[in-house]
Nanobody, 115 residues
């Protein structure tokens, strides 16, 4: 089993920044993909960004240039730096790990962008 714990969400004004963290623990395969999804009220969960254990990244078009995903393999932790936040970025952000074909989810952290 793998456990994922997110942190770093909160209330921020438009144009502000946050850094979300997700620490994984348990039986973690060294070859995996860790990423961030988000779900806004009334909308489906969507992939925001992910990073492989080798450092290859993917970003949703609407966050390119504003979000930066990174990871520390020694700490089994993935981060996402979110800059120039917009009201439409308001959502619950979920950490995700895919390894050996199994998908794990964190409990989510709320990000609210409002003045």
């Amino acid at each position: 089993q793998v456990q994922l714990v997110e942190s770093g969400g909160g209330l921020v004004q438009p144009g502000g920044s946050l850094r979300l963290s997700c620490a994984a623990s348990g039986s973690i395969n060294s070859i995996n993909v860790m990423g961030w999804y988000r779900q806004a009220p009334g909308k489906e969960r969507e992939l925001v960004a992910h990073i492989t254990s080798l450092g290859t990244t993917y970003y949703k078009d609407s966050v390119k240039g504003r979000f930066t995903v990174s990871r520390d393999n020694a700490k089994n932790t993935v981060y996402v730096q979110v800059n120039n936040l917009k009201p439409e970025d308001t959502a619950i952000y979920y950490c995700n790990l895919v390894g050996r074909g199994v998908v794990y989810w964190g409990q989510g952290t709320q990000v609210t962008v409002s003045s």
